[in-house]
């Protein structure tokens, strides 16, 4: 399994992008980058999930060098209730036994100030 | 309807007590998954589920039993847990497989913050 290093913690301003990078240096051929964000007491949510390249929807994006061995989140403009810890996961997605194994890194705890 | 539930809440118990949590999901996954979660750490997974049948068990200890009665349905027996056993239990379901172009995403419930006496 890749194993991931994050920051422990980030700090930022609302308005501000954010960018949070995940390194992943034994990603293997079929591995996909998937990144959560939970809330205290809550169940992670999904944010994006990506191969190579770059990645966008409508909260996030995700960049991925060609070597794939890191990879970044951009949220844009962020807001105090972005305050969350975000998880970078590696793992072959394509079923769930795999998907099942794709390890949640220790996160990165984004405090967002006004 | 993207949501999984979990009963319940919170959860009280001793050390010789037998309890049970219940995890539920209408969205026709057929791929089910217990974590468990201590404070400021990462979700740990225990156990995956593929159409109803135990796929992966990362050595987890025998006072924990799962079962998955149907394609909606997981539940955690808890028997003769320890205190260090107190956490956030986190139910997750997805898709077993991609059909293509679409994201294999785990959907999480809630949690079930239990308590170990």
């Known amino acids: 399994l890749a194993k991931t290093t994050q920051p422990i913690s980030m700090d930022s301003y609302e308005g501000q992008e954010v960018n949070i990078t995940c390194s992943h240096n034994?990603?293997?051929?079929?591995?996909?980058i998937t990144w959560y964000q939970q809330f205290p007491s809550q169940g992670p949510r999904f944010i994006i999930q990506?191969?190579?390249t770059k990645v966008t929807n409508e909260v996030a994006s995700l960049f991925i060098p060609a070597d794939r061995k890191s990879s970044t989140l951009s949220l844009p403009r962020v807001s105090l209730s972005d305050t969350a810890v975000y998880y970078c996961l590696v793992g072959d997605i394509r079923y769930n036994t795999n998907a099942g194994k794709s390890t949640f890194g220790d996160g990165t705890t984004l405090t967002v100030k006004p | 309807d993207t949501e999984v539930t979990q009963t319940p809440k919170h959860l009280v118990m001793g050390m010789t007590n037998k309890k049970s949590l219940k995890c539920e999901q209408h969205m026709g996954h057929r791929a089910m998954y217990w974590y468990k979660q201590k404070a400021k750490k990462p979700p740990e997974l225990m156990f995956v589920y593929s159409y109803e049948k135990l796929s992966i068990n990362e050595s987890v200890p025998s006072r924990f039993s799962p079962e998955c009665p149907n394609s909606s349905l997981l539940n955690l027996h808890l028997h003769a847990l320890q205190p260090e056993d107190s956490a956030l239990y986190l139910c997750?379901?997805?898709?077993?497989?991609?059909?293509?172009?679409?994201?294999?995403?785990?959907?999480f419930g809630p949690g079930t913050r239990l308590t170990v006496l």
């Open positions: 034994n990603i293997a051929t079929n591995d996909y």
């Open positions: 990506g191969y190579k």
């Open positions: 997750a379901s997805s898709q077993v497989r991609l059909a293509g172009g679409e994201y294999n995403e785990q959907f």
